[in-house]
Every structure is written in C-alpha cells, then in structure tokens.
C-alpha cells in the first residue's frame, strides 16, 4: 500500500508548532502534499528540510511568507520538476511534481495550491487564469504518465462539498464556473476526484477547512476544498481515505488515501 496525505499548513512554521511531527510519526504516511508553507529556503534549511523521515523537496514563492509548495517523502524520485512553465505562477510558488519513474512505468505525485478569489476581483480573475492554464498542463501530463495530484484546490465541487452551499452560490469556492472547470476536469477531463469515487455521497464528514470566524469548526460549517486528484488506473487502486480531525494543524485537516500501488 501506498498511504498519500494532503494538507494546507498555513504556514510550516505554525503547523509543526501545533504537532505536526508527532502526528506525522504516528500515521506514517509514504508521502505527504503539503500547501501554504509560507517560507523561503532560508526558513526551511537546518529545520523543515526533512519530518519523521521524509525528505522534503519544495517550490517556495518569490514573496516572503506566501504561499510555496512542498511534498515530502520516503522514496528517492527520478526527478523534481518545480513549477509547470507560468511566469506569473510559478513566481507564487504553487507547483512542485516528483517523478518515480521505472522502465515500465511512468508515475508522479503532484502537490498543486491553487490560488484563491476570495481577496477580492483582482485574485479572482487570477484564479480563472490559473485554472485556464492548469487544464491543458494537466491534460499533456495525462497523455504521457500516471499521476496523482494532492492539493488545496479552493474549490467544492458539488453542493455536498460544503455546509451553506444556497448562501454561497456567488462567492469565491463556489462559483459556477469554478464548479464547471471541476465537472469538465473530473468528465471530459479525464481525471477522477478520489475521494467521490471512495465516498459519492458523504456530506457532513467530508469538510477538510473551516473558517476561523463564528465558530465554524466547532458547528462543523466546512467546505471540502483538499483533493486527491488521480488518473484512472491509479484512482481505481484507492482503498481507503481518512481525513483526520484529531488535532487542528491548520484551518485544513489532512486528508489521506491508501493506494494498491
């Protein structure tokens, strides 16, 4: 088995403070997708280049204490590719893929923080051209290897993907052509929302952020914004999925998958 854990840290700083580490011990992921390290190299070295065994490798932003990427493991890849080719976004640290490749198979595990509207217009609109970009890249990477990305999509999907769906049909997550690129990326697309696939129908249990305000996680007032996003043949081998609740790392919870691969 392979056991895949997703989570935004919002910052790697305040997630290990919170016990990261230890939880990271105990679940003994094979890899971990980690989103919002809000660090810069200098930050990482001699403290976060490695946890509980995993070797990290990272895609940091140009701006100090934003958004970066990272996905630590247990395995040596093939190859570390940061970033996918955007100037604009790649500045933001959004992007880093590893490649385990073996003569008969070609295999990558992506870690993707896709950029959130809810700032305002101007982020919003940068969203639409993050989404227009990451479609394509995605489908080339399709054509040629199997891969699962895990990240903060910044999207529910469906109206089972969040707690107040009727009061937020116009707001950042939520809107129509969000969910559109979502159901054209998971039909025509070609790639299946693992955590459906394993769970079509769950609600309440599927939330993986709260909002910091009015008692959201207290009152279970979530979205589903964390995903396993997988070609068929590996989302076909998914087993099992937890998404741990236990111990508040972040305003996200990790959300892991077990894979026959």
């Not at 070797?55 to 140009?62: D, L, Y």
């Not at 999509?153 to 707001?171: P, R, S, T």
């Not at 993986?208 to 914004?225: E, I, P």
């Not at 995903?227 to 081998?237: E, I, K, S, V, W």
């Amino acid at each position: 088995m392979f056991k895949l854990t997703s989570l935004n840290l919002n910052g790697i700083r305040s997630a290990t403070s919170k016990g990261l580490e230890a939880w990271l011990a105990q679940a003994q992921p094979d890899c971990i997708c980690v989103q919002e390290v809000k660090a810069q190299a200098v930050d990482v070295a001699g403290k976060f280049e490695a946890l509980s065994g995993l070797q990290g490798h990272f895609h940091f932003a140009e701006k100090k204490g934003y958004s970066g990427v990272a996905i630590y493991t247990r395995n040596t890849p093939s190859d570390v590719i940061v970033g996918y080719g955007s100037p604009e976004f790649d500045a933001e640290g959004r992007y880093v893929e590893l490649r385990f490749d073996t003569p008969t198979r070609k295999l990558s595990i992506l870690s993707v923080y896709f950029p959130s509207g809810s700032s305002g217009e101007e982020r919003q609109q940068a969203k639409f051209r993050f989404l227009a970009q990451m479609y394509p890249h995605l489908q080339a990477l399709r054509a040629d290897r199997e891969f699962i990305l895990c990240g903060d999509i910044n999207i529910a999907h469906q109206e089972i993907d969040l707690k107040n769906f009727k009061g937020n049909k116009k707001n950042s997550g939520f809107l129509p052509e969000e969910r559109a690129w979502m159901t054209q990326l998971t039909t025509d697309g070609g790639l299946v929302d693992v955590y459906r696939h394993l769970e079509p129908t769950a609600t309440d249990d599927c939330y993986t952020w709260w909002s910091n305000r009015g008692q959201a996680y207290a009152k279970n007032v979530g979205w589903r914004l964390d995903y396993h996003l997988a070609t068929p043949a590996l989302a076909a081998t998914a087993r099992s999925h937890a998404i741990y609740k236990g111990e508040k790392f972040s305003d996200h919870a990790p959300i892991t998958i077990d894979y026959a691969i």
